[in-house]
């Protein structure tokens, strides 16, 4: 079975663009989850989907949006970039069975660098 | 909130031997924690996962151990190898089910 993937692997911006990321879940997965990485925050939550909508949103302002198609498959979107959006962006895919936690499984990532 | 932490940022151990990475959490109503290993330029992996009704679990060479008194986590490496040289976070997940607050990570060193 694939594994999650995502796409692009890499990316650079400058400052004031917008930006869409796609991921893709293991097959059979229904929920989404997006987390930026960074050397000074760590791993931090951006928000999950299930079905098509948003279940739970992290601390991150409204440039910071996402979306889930009918097949799973979500897409993010930062607006209106800034010097501090540079980081490592990824996407994790779940099941999840009976409303229970169920492990989540991350992509490779996609690398945004904001100039 | 949720917020979980990490004693040692770096660990650097002998081919070999076994290895111990720590972490702490704040939520004595979690339920489920995860241990997953982070390779250079590559997203984190799972490794091994366990439910607030387990003490341990163990896998192959991996062990985590739960105690829920004083909320730690631990992961057991059994004689590491070159191959284990990553980053390895703990992450808790909130009773929902869609979110995991991750730890600040170690970076484990496995010296030949």
């Known amino acids: 079975k694939a594994g999650v993937t995502q796409t692009p692997r890499y990316l650079i911006k400058t400052r004031g663009q917008q930006v869409t990321l796609s991921c893709s879940p293991i097959?059979?997965?229904?929920?989404v989850s997006w987390y930026q990485q960074t050397p000074g925050q760590g791993l931090q939550f951006l928000f999950e989907?299930?079905?098509?909508?948003?279940?739970n949103k992290g601390n991150f302002p409204g440039r910071f949006s996402g979306r889930q198609f009918s097949n799973s498959r979500s897409e993010m979107n930062v607006s209106t970039l800034e010097l501090g959006d540079s980081a490592l962006y990824l996407c994790?895919?779940?099941?999840?069975?009976?409303?229970?936690?169920?492990?989540?499984?991350f992509g490779p990532g996609t690398r945004l660098t904001v100039l | 909130g949720e917020s979980v932490g990490l004693h040692l940022p770096t660990l650097s151990v002998q081919e070999g031997d076994n290895s111990i990475i720590n972490c702490a959490y704040s939520?004595?109503?979690?339920?489920?924690f995860i241990w997953y290993k982070q390779e250079s330029g590559k997203g984190p992996q799972f490794i091994i996962d366990i439910r607030s009704n387990m003490d341990k679990r163990q896998g192959q060479r991996v062990t985590v151990l739960l105690n829920k008194t004083v909320k730690h986590l631990s992961l057991q490496i059994a004689a590491t190898q070159p191959g284990d040289s990553a980053v390895y976070f703990c992450a808790v997940e909130n009773n929902a089910g869609n979110m995991l607050t991750f730890g600040g990570g170690t970076r484990l060193m496995v010296k030949p």
């Open positions: 097959s059979g997965h229904r929920s």
């Open positions: 939520n004595s109503a979690s339920d489920y």
């Open positions: 994790a895919s779940s099941l999840p069975t009976s409303g229970r936690t169920d492990t989540q499984y």
């Open positions: 989907y299930f079905s098509e909508t948003q279940r």
